[in-house]
């Protein structure tokens, strides 16, 4: 069953904030981030493990909450670059055991 | 340094006609996947590979066959190709010990007429 992603598109100013969300119904051992731009493959940007870790990327931030079987994507004062769409995959067992991905969440960053 | 490479980059298949899809690593990663991308539907894998010589079904595995006869590549196959498997498809490696998560090719468009 795939994790669910909301929302599934947000429109936002360049430097403004950002959060995406994923839920799962099972229990997960990790969740991946990814950023696909139109036409391209998507691009890992980072993963937590079950412990409900929060890590973090440049200005991009992101935290697991294992008793919600919940991740959250932060993005925070946004650039154009960041456009694209978001992708999270949640895997069973293990650092590089197979995902399971959302449906995706689109982000589009306007000046 | 060229990662996780694809071909074709696009195809165009007659119904009932069959192909190879290539995936090669250079990364020397353990775990190769393929997953079809279709709008609305984010990511779904139809086949994965733990290792050389070794293969398992995914989400969506009827109509694809896949092979690991090298450790550096994975071949996804169509025997007989429908509309349906019109898609983008996407190969990825990962290490099983990495925190680097998946490195996905630049993806396969296949159309089925």
């Known amino acids: 069953q795939q994790p669910v992603q909301s929302p599934q598109a947000v429109i936002l100013r360049e430097g403004e904030d950002a959060v995406i969300n994923c839920s799962s119904s099972?229990?997960?051992?990790?969740v991946h981030w990814y950023r696909q731009k139109h036409g391209e493959a998507p691009v890992f940007l980072m993963i937590l493990l079950k412990g409900g870790e929060q890590k973090g990327h440049e200005k991009i931030s992101a935290s697991f909450n294992e008793k919600k079987q919940q991740s959250s994507l932060y993005l925070t004062a946004s650039q154009l670059s960041y456009s694209g769409t978001y992708f999270c995959?949640?895997?069973?067992?293990?650092?590089?055991?197979?995902?399971?991905f959302g449906t995706g969440t689109r982000l589009q960053v306007t000046l | 340094n060229a990662g996780v490479t694809q071909t074709p980059k696009f195809r165009v298949l007659k119904t009932g006609q069959s192909m190879t899809l290539l995936c090669a690593q250079d990364?020397?990663?353990?775990?190769m996947y393929w997953y079809r991308q279709d709008p609305g539907m984010g990511l779904r894998l139809i086949h994965y590979s733990v290792g050389e010589g070794t293969t398992a079904k995914g989400e969506v595995p009827d109509g694809y066959n896949v092979s690991r006869l090298k450790k550096q590549n994975f071949l996804l196959g169509l025997e007989s190709a429908a509309p349906s498997q019109t898609s983008v498809y996407f190969c990825?490696?990962?290490?099983?010990?990495?925190?680097?998560?998946?490195?996905f090719g630049s993806g396969t468009r296949l159309t089925v007429v």
């Open positions: 990364m020397n990663h353990e775990y």
């Open positions: 990825a490696s990962s290490s099983y010990s990495s925190g680097d998560g998946y490195t």
């Open positions: 995959g949640t895997g069973l067992t293990g650092t590089a055991s197979k995902l399971t």
């Open positions: 099972k229990a997960l051992y990790s």
